[in-house]
């Protein structure tokens, strides 16, 4: 498959924020922590940032590049359009932000928007049941994940109304035969929920290859659970971030450059 794109972008010689700069590294790092969990595609699949005080502008990674090669500075600034803002080497995958572009302009509270081909999400995503109150993990999207039948492979602005539709104010999708999203506040929440919508499914899975009955909790602990684990709306990932930050900084602190 080939997606690459370079679509026809404008020049911009404003010189980026902190703000910017901030969001470049914490975008790189959770390029980097994908390949490091081995939840990559090759080079498929995105995450995506809006850029604080600059809307319509986004930071996307080069198309073509695996995601441990992913680096601060050659993150892409595009529009919401595909199109790349000022100078970079590298195409995009206008095609693929499509869908990313569909949820930021749903949901403005969507800063990052995680979407990945990881194998134990689309597993359980082919399920007809999808993924059950089975784990502590799991109920952290109890009656909060959304869910998208599959379409097949070219993402259509009428696809791109269902898909927000179906999302609605949701923090997590499974997207039937496909994957899975995450959005975030902050570039760290849509990775920490990621990850434990993972674990969640891993979870399910290796339960069900035992071949026996599962036990889940009644509803109404499933629901008290859930509210706890919501904690009041509180931005996850705070305490996570930077531990995970320094857990690479030990391996290869190349993502900051």
């Known amino acids: 498959m080939s997606f690459a794109h370079r679509p026809a972008g404008f020049a911009d010689a404003t010189p980026p924020s902190e703000a910017e700069l901030q969001l470049r590294v914490d975008l790189a790092a959770a390029y980097r922590l994908i390949a490091l969990h081995g939840w990559d595609d090759l080079i498929y699949t995105h995450v995506s940032a809006a850029i604080p005080g600059e809307p319509g502008r986004f930071l996307i990674n080069p198309f073509g590049l695996a995601f441990d090669e992913v680096r601060a ?79 097949g492979l070219a993402f259509s602005p009428a696809e791109g109304t269902r898909l927000t539709a179906n999302l609605g104010d949701k923090p997590a999708m499974l997207l039937r035969n496909h994957g899975t999203l995450t959005t975030g506040r902050t570039v760290a929440e849509a990775f920490v929920l990621m990850a434990t919508l993972i674990k969640a499914c891993e979870i399910q899975l290796q339960a069900q290859a035992g071949g026996v009955p599962l036990v889940t909790p009644p509803p109404d602990i499933c629901a008290r659970t859930a509210e706890q684990l919501f904690d009041g709306g509180a931005i996850e990932g705070a305490l996570e971030w930077p531990a995970l930050l320094r857990k690479l900084d030990r391996i290869d602190r190349s993502f900051r450059d």
């Not at 993150?75 to 919401?80: A, C, G, H, Q, S």
């Not at 803002?85 to 302009?105: D, Q």
């Open 73 to 151: 500075s050659n993150l892409v600034k595009i529009d919401t359009e595909g199109r790349i803002v000022g100078n970079s080497e590298h195409p995009v995958n206008a095609t693929g932000f499509a869908l990313h572009a569909a949820v930021h302009l749903a949901r403005p509270d969507a800063v990052c928007v995680m979407h990945l081909h990881n194998t134990a999400g689309i597993a359980v995503s082919i399920q007809r049941d999808g993924l059950l109150p089975a784990s502590q993990h799991a109920l952290r999207f109890y009656g909060q994940l959304a869910w998208h039948d599959y379409e």
